[in-house]
């Protein structure tokens, strides 16, 4: 591990052991993120660290992203998915943008440090974005925005959202365009926010699109770019969701190991009972396995390697089943207590669901895992 990664996760630990650990549960409890943890993410340079140097940015690379949603996620799985909802946005619009826009609205100043959602689920539309309804219509300069949205992270909270709409109706993936969207746009509505299994803190909403109009200089890239900039977004965030998947399952072990060694029965603690050694060693099995294949993934995006999207759904997949299984076992190792929300670990179960089924479910990432492989033969 080089010296600058070590030194992002050293860093980040520190902050969210001593910012996150407390509140985690109170976020969970309270169903939102206090916004000054939001401010404590700008201060950190955590929403700008993918921005290059010279506007503000980090510039660092994505294993350095992973490690630090990893860390994150760790202690408080809505406080990083908060963070990887605004990274997923901010991202779409630097592989896509214009210089102009970037500066406009992406990076930092003085006067500005805008929070980002990504748009793209609808009612209709989940995992085959090609189904997409919303429509972008050409008017006075700009485009008219009609549509319904759903599932929106950072829905209420973001300042930018990237919406993605259909110009062209005759051509299911060559129509999809993406769009700047300010919140304080006229005719964009923002829905109640979800009542959600896990990830409580975490804002999600709906989005509603009534005649919205949008100059034409927020249109991201050309018209019909947006299926290449879904793409080219999710290359690089999808093993970010990997890391964020992975900091859960590795909370878990460390507060399952740490209980079976404090937890006493029979005289002695629970974790000299070779039973639970065996769940406990296949946690960690499943845990550290699932670490070297998110960030092995990273170096392979980063490396710009032709198949880095399927080493990237190999993470994901691998990773966020990881979560589910591991949370599932700490609930297990504590036993009664594993299922009162006192402990931490019946929230992390919680939180590790969605990780199966966001960004791409784990059955899109096996289509894709095994189109590749046969595509290779």
């Known amino acids: 591990m080089n010296s600058i990664l070590e030194d992002f996760r050293t860093a980040t630990k520190k902050f969210a052991k001593e910012q996150l650990s407390e509140n985690a549960k109170e976020f969970d409890e309270n169903e939102q993120i206090d916004p000054s943890m939001i401010e404590k993410l700008k201060e950190q340079g955590y929403t700008s660290m993918m921005y290059p140097a010279e506007y503000g940015g980090a510039e660092v690379g994505l294993d350095i992203v992973c490690s630090v949603v990893e860390e994150i996620a760790k202690y408080c799985a809505s406080t990083a998915i908060t963070l990887v ?4 946005g901010s991202v779409a619009c630097l592989v896509g943008g214009t210089d102009e826009q970037k500066e406009r609205f992406v990076y930092p100043n003085e006067t500005k440090h805008n929070i980002f959602a990504i748009s793209i689920s609808e009612p209709g539309a989940g995992s085959d974005v090609t189904s997409i309804s919303a429509t972008a219509q050409k008017k006075d300069g700009g485009y008219v925005l009609n549509g319904n949205k759903c599932f929106v992270t950072n829905g209420g909270l973001a300042d930018i959202y990237v919406v993605f709409a259909r110009t062209d109706k005759n051509d299911r993936k060559g129509g999809l365009s993406a769009f700047i969207v300010p919140k304080e746009t006229v005719g964009l509505h923002v829905g109640k926010k ?5 990830l409580r803190g975490s804002y999600t909403t709906d989005l509603y699109l009534e005649n919205a109009w949008i100059p034409e200089d927020q249109l991201i890239g050309n018209e019909g770019d947006g299926f290449s900039i879904i793409e080219r977004t999710m290359d690089r965030t999808r093993v970010v969701v990997a890391a964020h998947a992975l900091g859960i399952a590795s909370g878990a072990v460390e507060y399952a190991v740490n209980y079976a060694n404090e937890r006493k029965q029979f005289g002695r603690s629970i974790g000299e009972f070779q039973g639970l050694q065996f769940m406990l060693a296949d946690m960690a099995i499943k845990e550290e396995s699932a670490r070297r294949m998110v960030y092995y993934a990273a170096e392979q995006v980063i490396n710009k390697n032709k198949n880095a999207t399927y080493y990237s759904s190999i993470a994901k997949t691998t990773a966020s089943d990881a979560a589910m299984e591991i949370t599932t076992n700490a609930v297990q190792v504590l036993g009664g207590a594993g299922y009162i929300r006192d402990y931490p670990v019946e929230r ?11 960004e791409g479910t784990n059955q899109i990432q096996r289509m894709i895992i095994a189109k590749y492989k046969l595509n290779k033969k």
């Open 194 to 198: 979800e009542k959600k299994m896990g």
């Open 348 to 358: 992390m179960m919680r939180d590790a669901k969605v990780t199966q089924i966001f």
């Open 85 to 88: 909802g605004h990274l997923t």
